[in-house]
């Protein structure tokens, strides 16, 4: 009985977890968290978007994202990106679906 409790609560947590990814369309300043902010070991796309005078950086994730890097390693460009966007260790993360140039 005391396993099947913990079970059902350990997939409650992972659906709510889930649960609390919100998919949104983003627009800001594409670039690269390692060239451009130097604030990555590796190459890593980051979003930096501008609301109410606070900025806020989403490092992006996915597929869309890897194969997009080429265009925002090296120089800074202005970026509309959609996704679901969830909170890890500290910082915003978008899953990208679709992003372009703008």
């Not at 409650?12 to 594409?30: H, I, P, R, Y």
């Not at 194969?67 to 909170?87: L, P, Q, Y």
Request: aromatic content about 4%; overall charge positive.
């Amino acid at each position: 009985m005391k396993k099947h409790l913990i079970l059902s609560v350990v997939a409650a947590l992972g659906f709510a977890g889930v649960a609390m990814a919100k998919d949104v369309t983003l627009s800001g300043e594409g670039k690269c968290a390692k060239c451009a902010l130097k604030a990555a070991d590796k190459c890593q796309n980051v979003l930096e978007v501008t609301e109410g005078g606070t900025k806020t950086t989403y490092y992006l994730k996915g597929e869309a994202s890897d194969k997009f890097h080429k265009e925002i390693c090296g120089a800074t460009k202005s970026v509309e990106a959609s996704g679901s966007v969830s909170d890890k260790d500290g910082k915003k993360w978008l899953t990208v679906t679709s992003i372009k140039a703008k």
